[in-house]
Every structure is written in structure tokens, then in C-alpha cells.
Nanobody, 118 residues
Framework: QVQLVESGGGLVQPGGSLRLSCTASGVAFSYSRMTWHRQAPGKERELVAYISSSGGFTNYADSVKGRFTISRHNALNTGYLQMNSLKPEDTAVYYC???????????WGQGTQVTVSS
């Protein structure tokens, strides 16, 4: 049974930082790409960041480029999203996703709330 557990969300002031974690079990994590998505109230879920299975390639949405950093520690089956210079428009529920390379089956975490407000 595949399980993704996110943590690290919370309330932060504009300009602050948070680091989200996503720990996977039941999946060959080191052979799986990982992405972070977010969904704000009344909006569609959007892709925020991508990291390849080896960690050698990353990509970001324009709205977070230069502020967010995606990384992973395959030995710990854990991925991260470091979020700096947070803005109120970053407020959303953040979800991690993983998909084993060469497959089309997606696995999702339960989501963690990030609120940026003074």
C-alpha cells in the first residue's frame, strides 16, 4: 500500500519561510519522480515544482521560481519543498505526488495547509 505523508505546513508571515516534507512508503521512491502541487480556494490544483527520480533535474512554476527549492533524500524516502520569501498568494493546500518512472499511476499525499498572512 502506497502512502505519502506530508508535514511542515502552517501559518507564516509574508516574507517568511517554511519547509514541507513528504515521506513515502510502499513505493520504490528512488525510481519515482516527485512533484509538489497546490490548490487555493476556488482555484484549480497547479503544479509547483518537479524533481526527477535521481534528483538531477528540477523544474518550477514561474510563480515560485527563485523562491522555492525542491529536493529529495532517497535513502530516507523523503522529498522536500523549501519555500522562502512567501507571499499571501502562496496560501493553499500543498500536495506531494509521486509516480514511478515509466508508469502512469500517480500517488498523492493528503495535503498540508500553508497560510501566508500578517
Amino acid at each position: 500500500q502506497v502512502q505519502l505523508v506530508e508535514s511542515g505546513g502552517g501559518l507564516v508571515q509574508p516574507g517568511g519561510s517554511l519547509r514541507l516534507s513528504c515521506t513515502a512508503s510502499g513505493v520504490a521512491f528512488s525510481y519515482s519522480r516527485m512533484t509538489w502541487h497546490r490548490q487555493a480556494p476556488g482555484k484549480e490544483r497547479e503544479l509547483v515544482a518537479y524533481i526527477s527520480s535521481s534528483g538531477g533535474f528540477t523544474n518550477y512554476a514561474d510563480s515560485v521560481k527563485g523562491r522555492f527549492t525542491i529536493s529529495r533524500h532517497n535513502a530516507l524516502n523523503t522529498g522536500y519543498l523549501q519555500m522562502n520569501s512567501l507571499k499571501p498568494e502562496d496560501t493553499a493546500v500543498y500536495y506531494c505526488n509521486t509516480r514511478r518512472d515509466g508508469t502512469v499511476i500517480d500517488y498523492w499525499g493528503q495535503g498540508t495547509q500553508v497560510t501566508v498572512s500578517s
